[in-house]
């Protein structure tokens, strides 16, 4: 398949079996009621996926909380991974990004008015939401990356597969990127290949349709990137993308993303002049790496600026140690989830109606063993 990253380290296959028997023995445990799965009386959806590495779960929440909070009150619940604090939290616009996770930070900023909380235990998180003062109108959660916490029976699992590692082709860790077999896609109510290339052509479709062994209970949606305009990470400005390529610019890519690879091929769509520099997935950044950044983005030629991500932004912001030039320089790529072939109606009716007949009808919101 094109743009293909499917890679196997095939000496780490006997690892990997081990892993495999291990989480087979967890999901049958969960399968026959002995590990038990509990439901809760109000809807909630789950976002996830079943590989390591970045496939697009933040831009996919933020899409369902622009489709639902027009109508409902939403809470996304996040464990808000790397967070330096423990148990629950309800997020505030003032709530520090290293005490709640660089996702959730993201998500309660640009959306203010939506409930955020963090929260290792998904049933306590759940239970805190709905019962507490400050959330008990809670209409709708959506749960982040919650596909393999299987304590909690989400009423809609939508599963999230990266186009370029089809789960078919790759195997579990650690030889491959899978948490799971990919048989555990049978759990999903929706399925959406993430980061697709916007030429896709039809036997692309139907190649990745086969190849998904998609069950006729679940439905298969297919997803773009789509890039907004640049917006400066200090300060006020902004910089339209085709401004890029029109003025030769020289851009440092700056990323602490799953799949660097992916957005360093985006932005080459706009630009020719790119000079990647990555960092672990949800890096911290210290005073060190800023002196890297300095010293790379000041060995470019100009005209140059730095581009990076909304997550990366979240965990930039306050980092000290960066000159004029660089502040002055520093825009942020926000990314929105884009549903092909015209199906974006669909997949919103499929949500919608979900939410509509699960809806709370008033009463304190229950538990039940699944």
């Known amino acids: 398949m094109e743009g293909d990253m499917t890679q196997i380290r095939r000496w780490l296959m006997p690892l990997s079996w081990l892993y495999g028997l291990g989480i087979d023995i967890r999901n049958t445990l969960f399968d026959i009621g002995i590990l038990p799965s509990v439901s809760y009386d109000i809807p909630i959806i789950n976002v996830g996926n079943i590989t390591v590495g970045g496939t697009g779960k933040t831009p996919a929440v933020e899409y369902l909380i622009r489709l639902l909070a027009k109508k409902y009150r939403v809470a996304v619940l996040s464990r808000g991974y790397k967070r330096r604090t423990k148990g629950y939290i309800l997020a505030t616009m003032d709530s520090p990004m290293e005490e709640i996770g660089d996702e959730p930070w993201q998500i309660k900023q640009k959306f203010p008015d939506v409930y955020v909380a963090v929260d290792g235990n998904r049933r306590r998180g759940i239970e805190r939401l ?44 650690p030889a491959g990127r899978l948490r799971e077999r990919a048989s555990s896609s049978r759990r999903a109510s929706t399925i959406i290949v993430t980061k697709c290339p916007r030429h896709i052509n039809a036997m692309g479709f139907r190649v990745i349709l086969s190849a998904l062994h998609v069950r006729p209970y679940q439905q298969l949606f297919f997803s773009t990137f789509c890039y907004g305009t640049l917006r400066k990470l200090w300060g006020e400005g902004d910089l339209e993308s085709d401004m890029l390529r029109k003025d030769n610019m020289h851009v440092l890519l700056l990323t602490g993303i799953g799949n660097p690879r992916q957005m360093e091929q985006d932005v080459r769509r706009f630009v020719q002049h790119v000079t990647p520099l990555s960092f672990p997935d949800h890096h911290y950044y210290s005073r060190r790496d800023a002196d890297v950044i300095q010293k790379a983005f000041q060995a470019l030629p100009k005209p140059r600026v730095i581009i990076t991500t909304e997550k990366d932004a979240a965990r930039l912001l306050h980092l000290q140690g960066f000159c004029d030039e660089v502040r002055e320089n520093t825009y942020v790529f926000p990314v929105e989830f884009g549903i092909m072939r015209d199906e974006k109606e669909k997949l919103d009716k499929t949500i919608l109606d979900y939410v509509r007949e699960n809806k709370r009808d008033g009463r304190m919101a229950s538990r039940k063993k699944a």
Request: some cysteine; glycine content about 2%; charged content about 30%.
């Open 130 to 173: 709905m019962a507490d003062e400050a959330t008990k109108d809670v209409e709708v959660i959506l749960l982040d990356d919650a596909y393999q916490h299987r304590y909690v029976k989400a009423g809609h699992n939508i599963l999230l597969v990266d186009y370029h590692r089809i789960i078919s082709d790759d195997c579990l860790l």
